[in-house]
């Protein structure tokens, strides 16, 4: 008998993390269910056609998000509104006109209802709480009223306002498993009152690679060379004053250890988009531009600057073919980390440096927030030096964390049975 899975809080497949959270899972489910039939529910479905590959349905939010374009009043009316309108389905069953009704037709049809995996439950601010969480937050409110909800692999926390507090507080306490996938996470939620928890893996350590469906040859691999990838972002330092100092700092430093890279260590060097959207400022080619104008042109020789939109799974073969690597995207360490690539992580919220904890790998990490071409040096020289003993290790814990990533797919199967 086919069991129905509906996973939300999905957010664009242009970030190939997020993609390869949602790609894994459904491998995952799909592995101990061979029978689900899951539906996923997008902030922007018109994206994703890469899961109706995998054979799910695609969907909009139950609450959707107010557009970037609104000012603070328009948005405060917009989630009211959004909030009501799905108030109102619970209690008399009427979908609100201005909806489309496949989410909320996957919802009543739904076993069990699982809140992605990824680190989109969080609060910066010291007063108030952004949009951002209370839409997370009402879809997971909203389907525990109804449905059995697990919370799949996800990084949680910190929450700074009481406010932000004191909602998650009362949403998470109402789903029923939450797994997570780094410790910090449950320090964060112990803070905060929710203790039922579960310590995982990132889903995405499970997820299959293949060749780029476009020609192979066009990130040019040399074979005779110490080939190593970089991914940097259009980091913003939220909640510090001087960010534009912090942000040339961390340009700076990344295009400093690739001069070092290149002129001692004979490296080519390869800057990649894991991020190529579904915003400007979310597009690495952009910051991968910051650090090629920083280059000199006897080190641009030795660097390939790739524009290619790539699946996650043709970034994760790209990146096993590397020697060693230097992300700032959490999932592109992950990609590589996976495929047994010695790895130095630029940590940009705590989500990194819990699951470089978990792998045993701290002193690979750098805070972006304290980042400077010396401290990145010496993490890519100590690195370099160990990346034979690095990649064993690699070799003997990767498959463990493989195997902690695949818990939350063992619950949905015991929890729909």
Known sequence: MDKNILIINAHSSKNKGDAAIIISMVQSI????????ITISSRYPEDDDIYKELGCEVVEHLTRYPSQGMSKIQRIKFIKNELNGVKKFFKSGIIPEDRNSSIFKALEKSDIV???????????PKYHIEASLIMHLSQIYFASK???VLLYSQSIGPFRSLA????????LNKADTITIREE????FLNDIGVNNVEVVGDSAFTMEMHKPVSDIDSFNIDESAFNIGVTVRQWEFPGKENRDSLYQEYINSVAGSIELLVKNYNSKVYLVPQVTGPTQIEDDRVANKHIWDKLKDDVKVNVDFLTNDYTPQELKYIYSKFDMFIGTRMHSN????????????ISYEPKTAGIMEMLGLPEYVIDINEISLDSLNQAVKKCYTNRFE??????AEIPKMKERA???AIKINQIIN
Not at 114 to 124: A, E, I, N, P, Q
Not at 390 to 395: D, G, Q, V
């Open 390 to 395: 690095y990649s064993e290790y690699l070799h």
């Open 334 to 345: 992950i990609f590589s980390l996976s495929s047994h690539v010695p790895t130095v992580a």
């Open 164 to 171: 932000s507090q004191k909602l998650a507080n009362w949403v």
């Open 184 to 187: 910090l996470s449950r320090g």
């Open 406 to 408: 695949e818990i939350p």
């Open 146 to 148: 109804k449905k059995k």
């Open 30 to 37: 799909l592995k101990f269910t061979p029978s689900a039939k």
């Open 114 to 124: 699982v809140s992605c995996g990824g680190g989109f439950l969080y609060s910066h």
